[in-house]
């Protein structure tokens, strides 16, 4: 146990120095707050001239305008805590060359990446989620956690979180292969914002790409990211033909198990074929 306890002592470290880091330029997250506001505000007047059109008291998907606007300010205060540009950093380093003082390093390559992005993730929920709930939960009148939301949105959080940094992982490493991954990133960027249905809720698109559609975008890990978290925020699960937390728990976890292990492959490849740009 202590042997174990010793070998996560460098990630923890890693971990507290990418905290501090990002501790010393906090105040550029100011005007992310008004950002995500805006966002939120955008989506909030859409919606509700929607629902006025709909009538008073209409709901869409088992969604009233309340719960849909708390559902929005939920996964935009969510992805504000778990969005780190691991990716970008990687890919950075790979054609500057100083990815090769990453592989000097006696520790895990996507572990000491995984935990930077832990790290950034901590500070990120006290310096910049904490202060944006500050503001949209009385601005948006966000509603408490519904039903079990409590103590189901934080562990469907950190699945959340740990999906996302495979899949940031995983496409940094790819650069090791393109070289260049700009295209790759921005395409994932924009796949990540539909797919967690941070847009708007995967079942509300039934009616334009059909069932089966939804059931497979219901199934990917991009849902994990975003649409389960925050429909367990609002009490969303099991209700309307979303899957229990029991089925999400069991889906997020497979889909983390099936990262980690496509990433150690893709390493294992990717380490094989190193060509170092730059230096």
Not at 118 to 135: C, K, S
Not at 161 to 182: H, Y
Request: glycine share 10%; hydrophobic share 55%; aromatic share 12%.
């Amino acid at each position: 146990m202590f042997r174990a306890v010793a070998g996560l002592a460098p990630y923890l470290h890693v971990m507290r120095t990418v905290f501090l880091t990002r501790m010393a330029y906090r105040m550029r997250y100011v005007t992310g707050i008004a950002t995500y506001s805006i966002f939120v505000g955008v989506h909030y007047a859409i919606w509700s001239a929607v629902y006025r059109d709909l009538g008073e008291g209409a709901a869409i998907g088992g969604m009233d305008l309340a719960m849909l606007t708390t559902y929005l300010a939920v996964g935009y205060m969510a992805r504000a805590a778990y969005y780190t540009n691991t990716d970008s950093e990687i890919a950075s380093r790979f054609q500057s060359g100083e990815v090769v003082m990453d592989l000097l390093k006696p520790i895990s390559f996507h572990g000491n990446w995984l935990s930077q992005a832990a790290g950034e993730t901590a500070f990120r929920l006290l310096f910049f989620t904490a202060p944006m709930a500050v503001v949209m939960v009385p601005l948006f009148a966000v509603m408490p956690p519904s039903g079990d939301g409590w103590w189901q949105f934080p562990v469907l959080f950190l699945i959340a979180f740990w999906c996302n940094s495979e899949i940031n992982a995983m496409a940094g490493t790819l650069c090791f292969f393109l070289e260049d991954i700009t295209g790759l990133m921005s395409l994932k960027r924009n796949l990540v914002m539909l797919g967690s249905g941070l847009l708007v809720p995967l079942h509300f698109l039934e009616p334009l790409i059909g069932a089966t559609a939804v059931n497979v975008l219901v199934s990917t890990p991009l849902a994990l990211i975003g649409y389960y978290p925050t429909l367990a925020y609002v009490g969303g699960l099991g209700e309307h033909g979303v899957h229990p937390f029991s089925i999400v728990l069991v889906l997020g976890l497979g889909w983390v198990v099936i990262l980690r292990i496509a990433n150690m492959l893709l390493w294992r490849t990717a380490i094989a074929r190193l060509e170092v740009q730059g230096g």
